[in-house]
């Protein structure tokens, strides 16, 4: 009697007897979570890269200056352009946002979090770019999501956090960009 092999079985999409590919769900949200920034952020923001950037120039590290020149007109781009709408979509054979589709194998486990007042599904990926997938999810019941995205990855109650996440919450915590005090 020859094995089956489990592990092949685990890696290949489930599709229904017929063989097709079928749409689950799909919805139009933005492409990340957006708020908009007030005007303290921004003088933070822009305090904080002058004082680097002053220490940095007496150091004469010219390059480090540019590089926070650079990161703070990032910083500012993405707080202050609202992002667009993409379509998201999940299917028997996986889950595509926008142009980019990633098949069920290729994706780990799911999770729920609140970010910019938006609920967001995260999805950790066993690729090394993108390691983790967002999916806003503005108009859509959590509850429904959860029971389709089961179907194909287990769930996660609390997810795993590396020390440069925790590290990162605590200095959003205690060390604010925004008045939080509205």
């Known amino acids: 009697m020859a094995k089956k092999n489990v592990k092949s079985d685990l890696l290949t999409p489930k599709i229904n007897e017929a063989g097709e590919v079928k749409t689950l769900l799909s919805w ?105 997938l967002m999916l806003v999810l503005i108009p859509q019941d959590e509850e429904k999501v959860k029971k389709i995205v089961a179907r194909f990855l287990p769930f996660v109650e609390v997810p795993y956090k590396s020390w440069m996440e925790k590290w990162s919450e605590g200095l959003q915590k205690n060390f604010p960009l925004e008045n939080v005090n509205r």
């Open 28 to 132: 139009e949200a933005p492409s990340r979570p957006f708020r908009k920034k007030d005007r303290s952020y921004y003088t933070t923001i822009a305090i904080l890269v002058i004082l680097v950037c002053l220490i940095a120039f007496l150091f004469r590290e010219f390059l480090l200056m540019g590089v926070l020149l650079a990161l703070a007109f990032v910083s500012y781009v993405l707080a202050f352009v609202p992002p667009h709408n993409i379509k998201y979509r999940i299917s028997t054979q996986g889950i595509t946002i926008g142009e980019d589709f990633y098949f069920w194998h290729f994706l780990d486990a799911f999770w729920f979090k609140q970010k910019e007042g938006h609920k967001v599904l995260h999805i950790q990926t066993r690729l090394r770019f993108p390691a983790q």
